[in-house]
């Protein structure tokens, strides 16, 4: 079947799309980024952890709307808790009590925070913490890992349209894992740091995770403390997936902010900053607001997430369903004599195929995936939810299975 | 009555938020930004154009969410639209058909624009569209006139913590109303230039708004095709409330962008920028995305929000309530010998004192009417909305007749 047959909405909606938005659909499910042709493209319905596109096909979903979903798409609870607070309203002058009560949970739950700060986006949040650094410190650069993600602001997008080089004059980077490079930026840039913005690990797309080596992360840290340079956590995508009380004690180091957002409100747009006592001042004067950032709904719902992040254990079981996953996919692609390698904690897994550069059977799998019913992205780390129970994994082990019989068909 | 007597749930409440929020409450509403201790502090509920504080306090509301809630809070419509889409899902890993419906709304209701895309805040598009203007130009400088407000990102943010020079080095401003001013910076960067970005009527906090005087908008949109610039309009603030096809029609230019957001979504989080087909491109290429873009009850509740400003003839009937408030204040304020002014449209309407630079008798005006359970803000415009009827603007004329009468007697 050609996609105009599989799927004639998808094609038809896409056409129309194409004439009004540049690029059709853009963002990190743009059709001109490496999507293969298969892939939904427009979504209809979710529930749990499965969705339907516009065409009626039914996926059972490891993005989980990018990593938003962690409790699984209409979640009876989360959407109770957000229809009570919306008959009171959502958007106000104000901020409501959630405003208050989500800060004092952020900040009984993060052993470090003693403050919190909320916005929308990710990046929100993430460049607001490195203007505090910069506020606190007086110092003007900051200090990333090469290929890391922290949003599509101007000093970190991946994108290179529309930079100028001014953006980036103070933003260095140095190799993930790499304490040698690391010291060397540092003494590169001595006394003119103001922050060094990391990930819990290197989640980077278009390439394998990897988590901290030992003494890694340790260095940083003792590094930060010694120059005085403010230490901040992107804790965007793995935070609440790996510790209940942030991805830094499940590492063992200890940042000064932590930036949190997809894990909080189960897709009612928030994000968040915590900070450390010290920074306290520096960030009562970095000027922050945003027509909805007082949303008070994202912020009930978010205090509810949290709790029953807790209450049902789901990090525990987003590594069993991640784990399960992976050992699957391992065992029936070595039964083709396909080589796939799995990195990054089994709740966020990535999957690359070995000796793959081109991402060309990454993309054949996703592909013969997507025919079966199984939304795998083929260049992103995926997500596992509270939602997924262990006959969505199986089920996906058989299309992953049916995938790599067909890869080693072709070859 | 002290404030703690008053008001003894916001106070308990602002002392626990002190405790783990840099400053309590940040933005617009931050007690250290000259908003009266008497003030509604965080609310409770709402409905129509009246909102309870959580002391239970009613006021009418003058600031509709700064602006967002343009057809009223809790709207029947807009809430069983919310509710339909809701029910299929809101965060997913695709745009669903709303996205392109949408954006063929706009680009068919605003005379220039043949593409749209979507964000959360007004920054986030701002932002994007200098990007843009960069990407299509090759060149790096930026014209704004001197304290417009185009959002809290670091090239415009009202804020001065946490800035360095390189944030601005490219940003230039000129002097609203003031042709001789905008040329001579146009001169000075020639071949430089890559955007000039103006509200369609200046409208700066802790001043008058200003309407465009004959010719100066003109000057600019004419310099701008000259120069090949790209001319993007922020009708962030003012989009849909003076015009149903943007406010460059009510005004009679034509800008290459156009940046909306607060009347978009009655409070549901969405913005959008649209744009001329020349910029198509170039705005493929400005790489944009974030964990809740796609949020498909937003999308839904804009396109029912502009069809019900349409159908309801909103624009006309914010006009009339705002020209009854202002009647009614002006009279009242003569009546007691005060003198105010009010500037720009009645639909945003801005009231000042006469020789009141401090804000020190608007201040006090606006805390007896919060007395009296009318919310006006003391030092940004306010906002009218369809929800607003002839008896609440005349009980907010009678609390003003009260106020004016106690400042006089005070005097």
Redesign the interface.
Known sequence: MTPQESRPKTEA?FA??VS????G?????SP?HSIPEAA????????GCR?W??DGREFI?F???????ILG??HAEI?SVAAAQ????????????H??EL??EL?SRIDFA????FG?????MT??S??????ATGR?KILMVRGAYHG???WC????????P?DR??VHSFCWNDAVDFKAALDRYRGEIAAVIITPFHHPAFGQSDMPEEGFIETIESSCREQEIVFILDD?RAGFRLHTGGSHRFFGFDPDISCF??ALGN???I?SAVGREAL?????????????????VPMAVAKACLRILDRDRVIDHLDAMGRRLIDGLLEVSRRYGIEITASGPPALPYITFAEDRSFRLMQRFCRACMEQGV?FHPHHNWFLSAAHHETDIDQAIDAAELAFSRLNHEN
Chains 1, 2 share one sequence.
């Not at 659909?25 to 499910?29: L, R």
């Not at 929308?120 to 929100?124: F, Q, Y």
């Not at 991946?158 to 930079?163: D, F, K, S, T």
């Open positions: 909606l129309r799309a009004v938005i540049p690029g659909i853009y963002g990190h499910m001109a939904p493209y427009f979504a209809e319905r979710a529930e969705y596109d516009i979903d993005m989980c709307g990018f990593g938003t979903m798409y209409a959407e919306r008959a009171r309203g959502n958007c106000f002058n104000h901020p409501t009590q405003f208050v800060a004092e900040t003693s403050w919190a700060v929308k986006n990710g990046s929100d460049t607001w490195i203007q505090v650094a910069r506020e003007k599509v602001d101007a997008t991946p994108g290179h349209g529309g930079l100028i001014e004059l103070h965007i957002c997809k897709g009612y747009p994000s306290r001042v520096p960030a009562s004067k970095v000027f922050l607001t945003g027509s909805y950032w007082n949303n008070a939304f």
